[in-house]
């Protein structure tokens, strides 16, 4: 019998579905069966416009040709390579891509499979990095509250998210947390924030208590997409770049969600001309197609582990689909389709005409901040009593069925829209909204 891939399944019961409220979904699925360019398909036939980009990695919107159809090929043509002490082209070709978009001083591309394996494998090379130099005292790890480095233990040890770590023991020691940036004086700023640059120098605080010689790296997303899309305040990203560098300590950005477009340039770092010594990245690498995510790192971090000799292995750590074939044929493709529509810079384009869009959701019911930058943006709703996250679900709900995916997270609805949307999508998509909140108001 062929899989029928176009109707709801009858028996959900066997998969254990992840970040979900599964007992809630089984009872009123959200079904999706068909992706094409904005939208989605659901199992009743029903057109979804896309305000996220999938889980913000589908870029160049959905089953683009290129893309499907390089994939296609190299599945047939080498399905798999070892990744362990054997190469193949494309592997070599997709990082001399990667490196070329990247900012100044990245030069180095390590492939994994996920945004949080990009995060563990940054950490542990941090970590590696300072004893290849004989500075193996710097072992500490510091990360920032509201921050998401994925669901790795290194990731939710850096990262600053209750529920994120609250049942999951111990975790890593020797790490600490910078505040978060989100002030509430800071409320419907369009782009970057005023006020807060100076949360950086919280950072000697800590450098203080520990002495730099502890250190290891600094992690931070440099806009906080999960948590909200938690914008950096003007100077801030230059200040803790400064104080890094004075202290030998490592700058990581996490730009899982920022790579590849999100801000208007290929990377953050390039948006906000501040230029960290490693970047972690997935999603937008591939469109979401092929699970696939890397640590792009300087020479001076590279160049670290190049000694000793030869024939012996130089960092102990990949994974069993590093640099998977079919992956790099799907990034390949992806960059050549960022290229061709000139979507790494299409979100500075469009930045004004969401920025005015989504702020003209201020004032209706409940909205209590809107927050924007390239193609991404927030809408904060104040809690209902008792029940955090329950206003933002009801919304979220709602938007679904009113034909459109948005994001929540606590009771923040976030947008990021695949890097294709036109102007009359985005009307759709925040006018949908609009009526949505107007209606659960
Ligand atoms: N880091 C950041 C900044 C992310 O946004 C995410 C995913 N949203 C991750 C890491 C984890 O990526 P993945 O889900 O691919 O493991």
Same mark, same amino acid.
């Given at each position: 019998?062929?899989?029928?891939?176009?109707?709801?399944?009858?028996?959900?019961?066997?998969?254990?579905?992840?970040?979900?409220?599964?007992?809630?979904?089984?009872?009123?699925?959200?079904?999706?069966?068909?992706?094409?360019?904005?939208?989605?398909?659901?199992?009743?036939?029903?057109?979804?416009?896309?305000?996220?980009?999938?889980?913000?990695?589908?870029?160049?919107?959905?089953?683009?040709?290129?893309?499907?159809?390089?994939?296609?090929?190299?599945?047939?043509?080498?399905?798999?390579?070892?990744?362990?002490?054997?190469?193949?082209?494309?592997?070599?070709?997709?990082?001399?891509?990667?490196?070329?978009? @990247?900012?100044?001083?990245?030069?180095?591309?390590?492939?994994?499979?996920?945004?949080?394996?990009?995060?563990?494998?940054?950490?542990?090379? @941090?970590?590696?990095?300072?004893?290849?130099?004989?500075?193996?005292?710097? &072992?500490?790890?510091?990360?920032?509250?509201?921050?998401?480095?994925?669901?790795?233990?290194?990731?939710?040890?850096?990262?600053?998210?209750?529920?994120?770590?609250?049942?999951?023991?111990?975790?890593?020691?020797?790490?600490?947390?910078?505040?978060? &940036?989100?002030?509430?004086?800071?409320?419907?700023?369009?782009?970057?924030? $005023?006020?807060?640059?100076?949360?950086?120098?919280?950072? $000697?605080?800590?450098?203080?208590?520990?002495?730099?010689?502890?250190?290891?790296? %600094?992690?931070?997303?440099?806009?906080?997409?999960?948590?909200? %899309?938690?914008?950096?305040?003007?100077?801030?990203?230059?200040?803790?770049?400064?104080?890094?560098?004075?202290?030998?300590?490592?700058?990581?950005?996490? $730009?899982?969600?920022?790579?590849?477009?999100?801000?208007?340039?290929?990377?953050? @770092?390039?948006?906000?001309?501040?230029?960290?010594?490693?970047?972690?990245?997935?999603?937008?690498?591939?469109?979401?197609?092929?699970?696939?995510?890397?640590?792009?790192?300087?020479?001076?971090?590279?160049? @670290?582990?190049?000694?000793?000799?030869?024939?012996?292995?130089?960092?102990?750590?990949?994974?069993?689909?590093?640099?998977?074939?079919?992956?790099?044929?799907?990034?390949?493709?992806?960059?050549? &389709?960022?290229? $061709?529509?000139?979507?790494?810079?299409?979100?500075?384009?469009?930045?004004?005409?969401?920025?005015?869009?989504?702020?003209?959701?201020?004032?209706?019911?409940?909205?209590?901040?809107?927050?924007?930058?390239?193609?991404?943006?927030?809408?904060?709703?104040?809690?209902?009593?008792?029940?955090?996250?329950?206003?933002?679900?009801?919304?979220?709900?709602?938007?679904?069925?009113?034909?459109?995916?948005?994001?929540?997270?606590?009771?923040?609805?976030?947008?990021?829209?695949?890097?294709?949307?036109?102007?009359?999508?985005?009307?759709?998509?925040?006018?949908?909204?609009?009526?949505?909140?107007?209606?659960?108001?």
């Amino acid at each position: 019998m062929p899989l029928d891939r176009k109707s709801a399944p009858n028996d959900l019961r066997a998969f254990w579905m992840p970040f979900t409220a599964n007992r809630q979904f089984k009872s009123a699925p959200r079904m999706l069966v068909a992706a094409k360019d904005m939208h989605y398909t659901t199992s009743d036939g029903r057109q979804i416009l896309d305000g996220t980009a999938g889980l913000w990695c589908c870029n160049a919107g959905h089953c683009r040709p290129k893309i499907t159809e390089a994939v296609q090929a190299q599945v047939a043509e080498m399905d798999y390579a070892p990744a362990f002490q054997m190469g193949h082209p494309l592997a070599f070709e997709l990082a001399n891509r990667i490196v070329d978009i @990247a900012p100044d001083g990245i030069e180095h591309v390590f492939y994994c499979n996920s945004g949080s394996e990009a995060v563990d494998t940054a950490l542990k090379i @941090a970590l590696a990095y300072h004893r290849a130099r004989g500075d193996s005292a710097r &072992t500490r790890l510091i990360g920032r509250e509201r921050g998401y480095h994925g669901v790795g233990f290194g990731g939710i040890s850096v990262g600053g998210i209750v529920n994120n770590r609250r049942f999951f023991g111990s975790l890593l020691t020797g790490v600490d947390h910078l505040p978060h &940036t989100h002030l509430p004086e800071n409320a419907f700023t369009k782009g970057q924030p $005023e006020h807060g640059a100076n949360l950086a120098d919280e950072l $000697e605080r800590i450098i203080a208590l520990h002495g730099a010689e502890t250190i290891a790296a %600094v992690i931070v997303e440099p806009m906080a997409g999960s948590t909200g %899309v938690l914008l950096p305040p003007k100077g801030y990203l230059k200040r803790l770049r400064e104080i890094t560098q004075k202290h030998g300590i490592l700058l990581i950005f996490d $730009e899982v969600i920022t790579g590849f477009g999100r801000l208007g340039s290929p990377f953050a @770092a390039q948006h906000f001309d501040v230029i960290p010594d490693m970047i972690t990245c997935a999603k937008g690498l591939t469109n979401g197609v092929i699970p696939m995510g890397a640590v792009l790192t300087t020479a001076q971090i590279h160049d @670290a582990f190049m000694q000793g000799p030869e024939h012996v292995i130089e960092l102990f750590h990949g994974y069993t689909y590093s640099g998977n074939p079919v992956a790099c044929a799907a990034g390949l493709a992806t960059l050549d &389709t960022y290229a $061709e529509d000139g979507l790494l810079t299409r979100a500075a384009d469009l930045e004004t005409y969401w920025q005015e869009a989504l702020h003209g959701l201020k004032g209706l019911p409940h909205v209590v901040d809107i927050r924007n930058m390239g193609l991404i943006g927030a809408v904060e709703l104040a809690p209902m009593e008792g029940q955090p996250g329950k206003r933002a679900f009801d919304v979220f709900v709602k938007a679904f069925e009113a034909g459109i995916m948005i994001r929540i997270t606590g009771d923040i609805i976030a947008m990021s829209p695949p890097l294709i949307i036109s102007k009359e999508q985005i009307d759709e998509l925040v006018g949908t909204l609009a009526e949505v909140l107007r209606q659960a108001g």
